[in-house]
Nanobody, 125 residues
């Protein structure tokens, strides 16, 4: 069983930064790839970023490339999403997900039952 808990959301100004954290309650955390998705009001869920189980491969959605950075700390069983140069269009609920395949491909997360409850990020202009 995998439980995920996001934190770090809140209000930021355009051009600012926020860092989200997602802590996992799982026995063998390092076997899981971790990812972040978001859902803005009235929009479909969108892939943001993912990192494979070794931490050697990271993937980003086109809208956040160059602005967001994903990393993981296996000792703390935590994945981070550093968000920089925020834009109002980044306003959304951000969800953490775990992929037991360990690969980190976005499609794999969509098949996973392991999702957090989400944390709200609001960016004002």
């Amino acid at each position: 069983q995998v439980r995920l808990e996001e934190s770090g959301g809140g209000l930021a100004q355009a051009g600012g930064s926020l860092t989200l954290s997602c802590e996992a309650s799982v026995r063998v955390y390092r076997s899981y790839a971790m990812g972040w998705f978001r859902r803005a009001p009235g929009k479909e869920r969108e892939f943001v970023a993912s990192i494979n189980r070794s931490g050697g491969s990271m993937y980003y959605g086109d809208s956040v490339k160059g602005r967001f950075n994903i990393s993981r700390d296996d000792a703390k069983k935590t994945v981070y999403l550093q968000m920089g140069n925020l834009e109002p269009s980044d306003t959304a609920v951000y969800y953490c997900a775990a992929d037991s395949s360990g690969q980190g491909f976005r499609q794999r997360f969509l098949l996973s039952p392991y999702w957090g409850q989400g944390t709200q990020v609001t960016v004002s202009s």
